[in-house]
């Protein structure tokens, strides 16, 4: 830019004339603004980030607002702001959804607000905003990306499922239980000390009032069900769908006032021995937050010894693909299992290949309980069970 100034001024000063000197006039305030826009600090300005959705669901729209910032009112023109991220899927979708142009002048201030339609289900880390300040001909260009780092957790979806216990019984005897709770809270047998995750329903008010200390009612414990729940994460293009049913049954049986153990088969195997209350809930929500479809091989080898701690009567096995060598780990390693129901994701109307019935075919002859079910039927899973 500096070579063209001289070059019209050489030309003027040569040349002579009005056209020579007007060219000259003409570029000089470009150049100017050029060489003043160099030395324009970066540290005037300030940006920074509030995010209105930090915690949504798959499909929900993400929305937030960045605040620009500065002292010193030096007229900026194209001013380019990014949204910078570590998260694949977030940079799969349309980059226009996370950038903005605009063209401050003498302003001190602006604001930006933007949404991110259909997000992606994943723990998304925003490291930070990028601006981006041009002059008129993209002589001059400056950068700075300010570390602004803030998370977005998109859980899964879930669906509403009623809970129907698939076995239940007393300690007592083989009657039949029409409830599902693990414990009999209309059969008070004690109290005892409060202890964090007892549910408010459970406290013992009138001791409360004499002692000022919590207590907890005791109730008949039932022999139960020992619910277990079993998913594997084999890359499918049903995984999603997957996810969503395991956290719809996790979330029906703790807020059914049941409880479950639940394992996750990947290239790491995640355990969660307890799932009895909201605390409990949140934290397998997060793993199934971020959990990719990581499992490389099949799922009977990597589980084998974890399928032996299993002491399940009952336990549900969430797929994509049903094999008969996983029901055959299931049926030998398994101890004490009385039920087991196999939910298989399909999509609609999708009929299942000869490798898949064969497996489903297997199972029932073990005595297993094989339901295909695709996102639009996650509602009726237990319902149209019990009906069989």
């Known amino acids: 830019m500096v070579f063209i100034l001289l070059l019209t001024f050489s030309f003027a000063m040569f040349q002579g004339g009005f056209v020579?000197?007007?060219?000259?006039?003409?570029?000089?305030?470009?150049?100017?603004?050029?060489l003043l826009l160099i030395f324009y600090p970066m540290k005037d300005i300030t940006l920074s980030r509030q995010i209105h959705t930090a915690q949504i669901r798959r499909g929900q729209n993400y929305s937030a607002t960045v605040y620009f910032n500065r002292n010193f009112s030096f007229p900026l023109l194209y001013t380019v702001l990014t949204e910078?991220?570590?998260?694949?899927?977030?940079?799969?979708?349309?980059?226009?959804?996370?950038?903005?142009?605009?063209?401050p002048g003498f302003k001190k201030s602006h604001t930006w607000h933007y949404e991110?339609?259909?997000?992606?289900?994943?723990?998304?880390?925003?490291?930070?905003?990028?601006?981006?300040?041009?002059?008129?001909?993209?002589?001059?260009?400056?950068t700075k990306l300010f570390p602004v780092k803030q998370t977005i957790l998109v859980y899964p979806r879930t669906v509403d499922i009623p809970y129907r216990a698939l076995e239940s019984s007393y300690d007592q005897g083989a009657m039949a239980a029409p409830h599902t709770l693990v414990k009999d809270t209309t059969?008070?047998?004690?109290?005892?000390?409060?202890?964090?995750?007892?549910?408010?329903?459970?406290?013992?008010?009138?001791?409360?009032?004499?002692?000022?200390?919590?207590?907890?009612?005791?109730?008949?414990?039932?022999q139960a069900e020992d619910l277990f729940l079993?998913?594997?994460?084999?890359?499918?293009?049903?995984?999603?769908?997957?996810?969503?049913?395991?956290?719809?049954?996790?979330?029906?049986?703790?807020?059914?006032?049941?409880?479950?153990?639940?394992?996750?088969?990947?290239?790491?195997?995640d355990s969660f021995p307890v799932i009895h209350s909201e605390e409990h809930l949140q934290r397998v929500m997060y793993h199934l937050t971020k959990v990719l479809p990581d499992l490389d091989r099949p799922a009977e080898e990597v589980a084998n010894r974890d399928l032996q701690q299993i002491r399940a009567t009952t336990l549900i096995y969430v797929t994509t693909k049903l094999t008969v060598e996983m029901v055959e780990a299931i049926q030998r390693n398994v101890r004490n299992l009385h039920t087991c129901m196999c939910l298989v994701i399909t999509n609609k109307d999708e009929k299942l290949g000869?490798?898949?019935?064969?497996?489903?075919?297997?199972?029932?002859?073990?005595?297993?309980?094989?339901?295909?079910?695709?996102?639009?039927?996650f509602a009726t899973v237990f319902t149209e069970v019990s009906r069989k």
């Open 116 to 142: 991110i339609e259909d997000m992606p289900r994943g723990e998304h880390v925003l490291e930070g905003i990028e601006i981006e300040i041009a002059d008129f001909f993209g002589w001059t260009k400056k």
């Open 187 to 222: 059969m008070a047998t004690g109290i005892r000390d409060y202890q964090p995750g007892d549910r408010v329903s459970w406290i013992h008010w009138k001791s409360f009032a004499k002692t000022q200390t919590l207590r907890t009612k005791e109730f008949e414990d039932r």
């Open 20 to 34: 020579s000197w007007f060219i000259f006039y003409m570029a000089l305030p470009f150049v100017l603004y050029s």
């Open 84 to 103: 910078k991220t570590n998260s694949v899927a977030l940079r799969k979708l349309n980059p226009k959804e996370n950038r903005t142009l605009f063209m």
């Open 230 to 269: 079993l998913d594997d994460r084999k890359p499918s293009d049903k995984f999603e769908s997957q996810v969503e049913l395991t956290a719809s049954l996790l979330q029906s049986i703790v807020r059914g006032n049941s409880s479950a153990a639940y394992l996750s088969i990947g290239s790491t195997v």
């Open 354 to 377: 000869k490798a898949e019935e064969a497996a489903r075919q297997f199972a029932i002859s073990k005595g297993f309980l094989v339901k295909s079910v695709a996102p639009e039927n």
